[in-house]
């Protein structure tokens, strides 16, 4: 039976976890931490305000242990309409909640754009906002190391497939033949796998394709607005324990929450809806934790994997 939690739920199915459950299995002596979500700020809404103060409380306690981090953002970071402008709903609604906060204690954010951020002027407010931190203006996808891992964040509203897409697919190929570690994580806006609203996102098969065919371990993204973790599996949705990539969505980080509208998605392990909450990543050499962090203190979802 797969979990399904935040609905009512069979008998036989798990509870939700107790309040100040303890994180002892999402911890790696050393590891670096990634911690973030997508769908995010709503002027006027509590709820990224609340996310925004659980990342920052655990940012806080790992920049205290000299932990090394990032906040990362999966799209969708500013409603309704991040790319109006500079001054519009970016410094209005992201900056006092998820931007004061972030940025208070982070070197850097590491965002990603979403179909919000883009849809007026091809998301010039996301770029003005976020300046070199969001990668090159009209492109939107960058690399980086964190610790012991290679992270890629991808630009989901780019034409992919075509030759409008910025080049993203030659420079994703390029990038993962330069940056070959053992560990490699993807992030980006529209999963190729969902049970949500919007449903599966076919036009990702060409990024996923790659990923996959490059031995990347985990994709991370938005666009629904709960949290779903998959199996391992190929582009093609065929479970995959070897080679297989773990997709999870978050899109819990403040906007309005909605849960799973169709049947599941055949490789869907873990839904959880009707909670605000962070995904939290330790990255480790050669393995990883994850866990779904609400904002009422609880810890749900708790596990890892090996690298490939």
Not at 34 to 41: L, N, T
Request: charged share 20%; aromatic share 10%.
């Amino acid at each position: 039976m797969i979990p399904f939690y935040g609905v009512a739920c069979p008998p036989e199915n798990k509870t939700p976890p107790a309040a100040g459950a303890p994180a002892a299995e999402i911890a790696l002596a050393g590891a670096a931490v990634m911690i973030g979500a997508g769908d995010i700020a709503v002027c006027g809404s509590a709820g990224d305000e609340a996310t925004a103060a659980l990342v920052d409380s655990v940012l806080k306690a790992d920049s205290a242990a000299n932990v090394p981090n990032a906040v990362f953002t999966v799209g969708d970071n500013a409603y309704p309409s991040g790319a109006r402008g500079y001054d519009d709903f970016f410094v209005r609604c992201f900056t006092p909640s998820w931007g004061n906060r972030a940025r208070s204690i982070m070197k850097w954010i590491r965002p990603t754009p979403g179909n919000h951020d883009f849809e007026i002027r091809s998301g010039l407010g996301y770029y003005r906002y976020f300046g070199d931190q969001a990668g090159p203006a009209g492109k939107g996808y960058y690399s980086y190391d964190l610790g012991e891992w290679h992270v890629i964040a991808l630009n989901s509203e780019l034409a992919v497939g075509s030759v409008a897409d910025g080049g993203q697919e030659e420079w994703l190929r390029k990038d993962l033949k330069d940056h070959a570690k053992p560990c490699t994580m993807a992030y980006f806006h529209k999963p190729l796998f969902s049970s949500g609203a919007h449903g599966d996102s076919p036009r990702m098969h060409g990024l996923w394709t790659i990923l996959y065919e490059a031995g990347v371990d985990l994709v991370v993204n938005g666009h629904e607005h709960h949290y779903e973790r998959f199996y391992p599996q190929t582009p093609a949705g065929v479970p995959d324990t070897v080679r297989g990539i773990t997709q999870i969505i978050v899109g819990t980080g403040g906007a309005d929450l909605r849960g799973i509208r169709r049947a599941l998605s055949p490789n869907s392990a873990v839904q959880i809806q009707g909670h605000f909450g962070v995904l939290k990543l330790t990255l480790g050499a050669g393995e990883y934790r994850h866990a779904f962090l609400d904002t009422e203190g609880r810890i749900w979802d708790q596990g890892g994997r090996k690298c490939h």
